[in-house]
DNA sequence: GATTAGATCAATAAAAAAGTTGTCGCAGTT
DNA sequence: AACTGCGACAACTTTTTTATTGATCTAATC
């Protein structure tokens, strides 16, 4: 037992994560004090759509992936959330339950902060907000960018946006493709698994990637953007 | 589309349940209008140990597994969690995080109904609060017997034990025993799975049990109880 | 010091899930 | 009416999980 180093941590915990550097003392003390820690496995839920949220989730170290839950067989994934990235803001503001589901693709060390927390010091501390604001901001951007590809791409425009989508996170996360199954693939492209499946394989065909079991390496980055552009 | 029809069926839902019969229409109403419902798909959790809980789950229809989440590789099952049932009414009272994690071992239908519904119709409905006492003292008897076994028995006796309650749920669940893996059965006795497994067997070569694939037929009932008190 | 209860490990078998491929059908377009 | 884009199904293969078994290893008990 090592009761100050572990106190220790827990504080280096809190002050580590960027987002939270700009708080005051009493403002991070407030936080940490409505605050949990959770280890979710992969696998878990992160969030459940639908369900109640009194909380947000900030996530410290794990990928997650988000996506909404449609009928019993088609989710539409929306992302891949990273360590320093919250989940579940919109529950805080507005509704209070969660628009999304989000499951760990690795195991994920995450905390919980209440919403009263988050929002008493968004009213406090104006930089803070900024920084919601902007994280707000961010998504909605990629929530467009979702719905313009949904509507009005078709299958090679769609698995090239979540081709160079997911690789854009390869060299922070070198193991990123190795956690999504080609399902995952297909319902971030929004198209059926056998679909997925054969445009892949065509793409290899035609230089543009190569698939190595799970891992996948973009080769031709110019002409994926081409793709994705032409839609 | 057929409003009426629906919102007949949602009332339907409501009121169906025996435990929430006894409430008087205003009260039904505050219960009906705190709540949403949602849908956990098999493999889901319904709660997460040591996440915050602003609410309490009653499951309207399939099951579910709750236990204790132990170090990375060992859990500790408590019970399964049947239809009519609530989930995480411990969070209510006292504690507002789960101390304890449960999933659906099927698609559940559950409502999730808000931490003030539930405590005011508990100060207005005495004979809801009485319930509701009920339920909370059924479950401590239940952790006491776990506690017991945990303590005093071995391997014999546990296993016997586990038999006996998934068998008594068998009745109304013929498929229960279908639904759980020996890693399941092993940590409703607290041993590990190889344990499980060996025993299940010696029990089927005695001719107390027999084994089809995943199904268990208790055949000798009195004795595994005698095996159960001898511990 | 020997015995016992049980965990842990490693090897294998069996079952389940995920991935792959070809064929077909349907709804829009041309 | 022919064509295109894509999902759905079926059959099959591969990979991943789960189950099973025997062989140690360990700590507690006699």
Redesign the interface.
């Known amino acids: 037992m090592k009761p100050i180093l572990e106190t220790d941590q827990e504080f280096f915990c809190d002050i580590q994560a960027p987002c939270f550097q700009m708080l005051s003392p009493e403002e991070a003390e407030l936080v940490r004090a409505s605050k949990?820690?959770?280890?979710?496995?992969k696998?878990?839920?992160l969030t459940?759509?639908?369900?109640?949220?009194?909380?947000a989730l900030f996530v410290i170290n794990g990928l997650a992936k988000q996506y909404i839950e449609g009928d019993?067989t088609k989710n539409f994934n929306l992302r891949i959330i990273k360590p320093g990235e919250f989940v579940g803001l919109s529950a805080i503001f507005t509704k209070n339950?969660f628009n999304y589901s989000s499951v760990a693709l690795t195991?994920c060390q995450v905390f919980?902060v209440?919403k009263e927390a988050i929002t008493s010091v968004v009213k406090q501390n104006g930089q803070f907000g900024f920084n919601m604001i902007k994280r707000y901001c961010e998504q909605n951007t990629n929530l467009f960018d979702n719905l313009r590809t949904v509507l009005y791409k078709q299958m090679n425009g769609r698995i090239a946006d979540t081709l160079l989508y997911v690789d854009s996170l390869k060299a922070e996360n070198p193991e990123i493709f190795q956690l999504l199954s080609r399902k995952d693939m297909a319902d971030f492209a929004g198209i059926s698994t056998e679909s997925a499946v054969k445009l892949l394989k065509s793409f290899e065909k035609d230089g543009l990637i190569e698939l190595h079991e799970k891992d996948i390496v973009v080769v031709n980055h110019k002409e994926l953007l081409e793709i994705s552009k032409k839609g």
């Open positions: 949990t820690q959770v280890l979710f496995r696998g878990d839920h459940k759509q639908g369900a109640f949220a009194s909380y019993s339950t195991d919980l209440e």
